[in-house]
């Protein structure tokens, strides 16, 4: 092989493929269940800052993930704790970019969405998607307040009242480790 045609395995990505950092191989076109780990999606999740990092302080999309699971009543805890693990695949796009992506985008979250709620025994359907979306907004709302304008009045006080004894900001791996914790608690096992 010449110096021009040479490169490392991580450089090819024309197949749809990737590795996790467990060593899972994800094709982003063809998921399954099988392919689904919750250590791959808290470290991912704990990692991503929601806004596209565009944020007075970080704030992941784990701790987002949490808070809105816990403002959800117990009937929607599961899948709302587990409304954005597609974004552990696919990233944390910014809501104006999946608007230009357009149909090929929602494609493939729909995709990891549906293998997501089949590995971990969530039942997903329109009005829940609906229901959730409704705490999913409320929780954007107290977010965009408090990590773009500056104004943590209330995501202080959604934060003592819904996750007490917890800190306000959670860096990486203090969000990873909630969102394992959160999951055990709701989901009853580490891995299902």
């Not at 990692?47 to 959800?72: D, E, I, K, P, T």
């Not at 990233?91 to 608007?99: E, F, M, Q, S």
Request: aromatic share 10%; charged share 30%; glycine share 6%.
């Amino acid at each position: 092989m010449n110096k021009q045609t040479e490169f490392h395995d991580v450089h090819a990505v024309n197949d749809g493929l990737f590795s996790t950092q467990s060593g899972v191989l994800i094709d982003i076109r063809k998921p399954t269940p099988a392919m689904i780990r919750i250590e791959d999606i808290a470290l991912a999740l704990g990692n991503y800052c929601r806004f596209g990092g565009h944020v007075s302080r970080f704030y992941s999309v784990a701790q987002h993930s949490v808070l809105v699971s816990r403002m959800a009543p117990g009937y929607l805890k599961k899948a709302a704790l587990i409304h954005d693990f597609a974004e552990a695949y696919l990233g944390d796009v910014i809501k104006p970019l999946k608007v230009i992506l357009g149909a090929n985008y929602k494609e493939l979250e729909h995709r990891f969405e549906v293998v997501i709620h089949q590995r971990f025994e969530v039942h997903l359907n329109q009005g829940v998607k609906d229901d959730i979306a409704k705490f999913d907004r409320k929780a954007v709302e107290i977010e965009d307040k408090a990590f773009k304008a500056g104004d943590y009045h209330d995501f202080a006080e959604h934060m003592r009242r819904l996750c007490p004894d917890e800190p306000m900001y959670w860096n990486q791996r203090y969000a990873k480790m909630r969102l394992l914790l959160e999951f055990k608690t709701l989901f009853g096992a580490d891995e299902q």
